[in-house]
């Protein structure tokens, strides 16, 4: 996909991940919109400020209605409440499987209209190695991201006739708050990943594998 004259519109733009993806989608000529919860506190030079809860049906059509120009949508926000599954709080579990893939699958639905009269593009979904990997302290993060895999492969075949791709990014453990707890484990740059990331889509691949672990994991895959 040609990123220079692409509009994109990136969810949980405001930190991390999400914030990296938008600041190299500008530097790369790209118009970037910056889903976000609360616009007043971005701070993106060069971005368009959306209000945005995935998990809120209206929230998520409004943000379509604004950005009607979009030929790229990042599916970014996500959450990682560090519960587990036996003994977790079941209301935050259930939180996890809302922002995680009820979430991008709402953004879909409201957004492919959109790219389809704009001519086309691609739907670009943040997952993980987790999507293949499932630890017990990730357990209903580890689901959120197996539904969410499950998702962009059936959508990238229902969505090819409209000349909509789907590309979805499978990556380590990130240098960035969600993670912070975790000590003595490796972790992956957020800008070097979203190089990668949009490196990757350019390319037009359907699955981009960031790093050696997660190469690794999806290889041992039967």
């Known amino acids: 996909m040609e990123l220079i004259n692409a509009t994109a519109f990136v969810t ?3 930190r991390g991940l999400g914030r990296e993806i938008a600041t190299q989608l500008l530097g790369r000529g790209a118009k970037v919109y910056a889903g976000v919860r609360d616009p007043a506190a971005l701070d993106l030079p060069g971005a368009v400020p959306v209000q945005l809860d995935v998990t809120d049906a209206a929230s998520v059509q409004r943000a379509a209605e604004v950005a009607n120009d979009a ?3 990042v599916n970014n926000a996500g959450i990682y409440t560090r519960e587990r599954f036996l003994d977790g709080d079941t209301d935050l579990i259930h939180r996890e499987m809302e922002v995680n893939y009820f979430g991008p699958l709402a953004v879909i639905r409201s957004f492919t209209p959109v790219i389809e009269a704009n001519g086309g593009g691609a739907f670009l979904n943040i997952l993980s190695v987790v999507s293949w990997f499932h630890p017990v302290d990730f357990g209903p993060y580890a689901a959120a991201k197996a539904a969410s895999w499950a998702l962009s492969n059936a959508t990238r075949e ?6 909509i791709a789907v590309s979805a990014v499978h990556v380590g453990f990130l240098d960035t708050e969600m993670v912070a707890h975790l000590e003595g ?3 992956l740059s957020p800008g070097d990943v979203a190089r990668t990331a949009l490196d990757g889509l350019a390319k037009g691949e359907n699955e981009i ?3 050696d672990f997660t190469r690794s994991i999806k290889a041992s895959l039967s």
């Not at 229902?158 to 000349?163: I, K, S, V």
């Open 209 to 211: 594998l960031v790093d």
């Open 71 to 73: 030929t790229l949508v």
């Open 12 to 14: 949980g733009a405001n």
């Open 185 to 187: 484990i490796p972790k």
């Open 158 to 163: 229902e969505l090819a006739p409209r000349g």
